[in-house]
């Protein structure tokens, strides 16, 4: 049992206390009991929720593993992760996923809930056992990391996943028309001389994966939109009665195409950064609620490997530390404290049919404790994650989470 005193509700400036007890929120504003941490008048609010992580476990240690990442996590304020299964092997079988879930059990930091491949080793030519991984503890099943090409096989497994309840979640883009792209298909990277991803590759996709749920009523949820017209796809289906769900990430927000002129590696992603009117676009689909969540799509790798040339350096950029601070400062006083919050808590439970978190007393006690004002240095020597580098690196940002509590467990306190 533990109290956490001078903490403040969202939207509330009364100092408060919460007494945690036995895995739940025993009540507000109670004799303090047990252990007594000071929240430093920091907004406390449900613990954050990940849809789309890569924690590289198995296989893939030297970017990421486990503990780093899951510590990692907890760091940015997240008590449950979902991960990507693109590892070494792929995670498409049941005894694979039950391993996940145990060694993530006996951490104790963020709660850990592995996605399964929708296809046998992520090949899109044959289903993996679903019903099995189903009942091994997979949270959804997604062939992330690479793109569904066969449309037969994606209509099959959506409907298989209806029958079981679960959810299916795409990378959108056509191969084809991504082909060698490193970046934005545009005038930047007409200007640098480097190959393409058109807005196509990731729209034509879109469009073609809303016909399947037409046709199959299966919930599908489309990761990571870095394009207007995508949105724009998405929002019709959505008006059609589709079960569809998007999400966008932070660093599609906040960085564009205009990045690449560095020729670093950084910020070589999948999909591309896009341009500044993009992501002005993504933030209204944020505003009118188009976009259902924020995702991170955090993806570490090696220095050594971000450091290679762009046309051979791998996607992916690795921030799930920073994400609500980056947005929090960034995009604050547009979104308000309480949108932000359920972009990032309740609104991807909603997405994975789970329970919405809330403060309530006898609720989960998965917190967080926001400093909301202080800025601090993004600084990735700190970072727990193996991916000590940022795009961000030197800037100042607000809304550092002070205090992680999972399953009413401290999982991560700032000690400064």
């Not at 959804?140 to 449309?151: I, S």
């Not at 909301?372 to 030197?394: C, D, I, Q, Y």
Request: charge should be negative; charged fraction near 25%.
């Amino acid at each position: 049992m533990f109290t956490i005193t001078n903490i403040k509700r969202p939207g509330s400036d009364r100092l408060e206390s919460v007494t945690v007890e036995n895995g739940v929120i025993k009540g507000w504003n109670l004799p303090a009991e047990g252990e007594i941490i000071d929240g430093k008048g920091g907004t406390v609010a449900p613990a954050l929720i990940e849809l789309h992580a890569h924690l590289r476990e198995p296989g893939q240690t030297e970017k990421e593993d486990l503990a780093s990442g899951l510590a990692a996590a907890a760091a940015g304020g997240y008590g449950t992760v979902v991960s990507m299964p693109n590892t070494t092997p792929v995670v498409d079988d049941p005894a694979t996923v039950r391993s996940l879930i145990e060694k993530a059990e006996g951490l104790g930091l963020a709660r850990l809930k592995p996605a399964a491949a929708l296809t046998k080793g992520q090949k899109g030519e044959q289903l993996a056992e679903l019903a099995f991984l189903k009942d091994a503890g997979a949270a959804m099943f997604t062939d992330d990391g690479r793109t569904n090409e066969n449309a037969r096989v994606l209509c099959l497994g959506l409907e298989y996943a209806r029958s079981l309840g679960m959810v299916v979640s795409v990378h959108a883009e056509d191969a084809a028309l991504r082909a060698d792209g490193v970046m934005n298909e545009g005038l930047v990277s007409e200007e640098l001389g480097l190959p393409g991803n058109p807005w196509a590759a990731e729209a034509a996709r879109v469009a073609r994966d809303m016909e399947i749920v037409a046709l199959t009523g299966a919930r599908l949820h489309v990761q990571h939109l870095s394009t207007a017209r995508a949105l724009d796809l998405v929002r019709e289906a959505k008006k059609r009665g589709l079960p569809v769900t998007c999400e966008v990430c932070p660093h599609h927000l906040t960085l564009t195409d205009e990045a690449l002129r560095t020729f670093d590696a950084l910020y070589k992603v999948a999909p591309p950064l896009r341009t500044q009117a993009d992501a002005e676009y993504l933030l209204e689909g944020l505003l009118d609620g188009t976009v259902d969540c924020l995702a991170t799509d955090h993806a570490p790798h090696t220095r050594a490997e971000k450091e290679r040339d762009l046309l051979d350096a791998p996607f992916g950029i690795a921030y799930i530390e920073l994400a609500f601070p980056l947005m929090w400062t960034r995009f604050g006083e547009q979104l308000g404290l309480e949108k932000l919050l359920d972009l990032m808590t309740a609104a991807p439970a909603r997405v994975m049919g789970w329970p919405e978190p809330t403060l309530e007393a006898g609720a989960p006690a998965d917190l967080v404790v926001l400093d909301l004002a202080t800025e601090r240095e993004v600084n990735p020597a700190e970072f727990r994650s193996k991916a000590k580098f940022s795009p961000w690196t030197g800037e100042r940002l607000k809304g550092w989470p002070l205090l992680t509590v999972v399953d009413g467990k401290i999982a991560f306190q700032r000690e400064d």
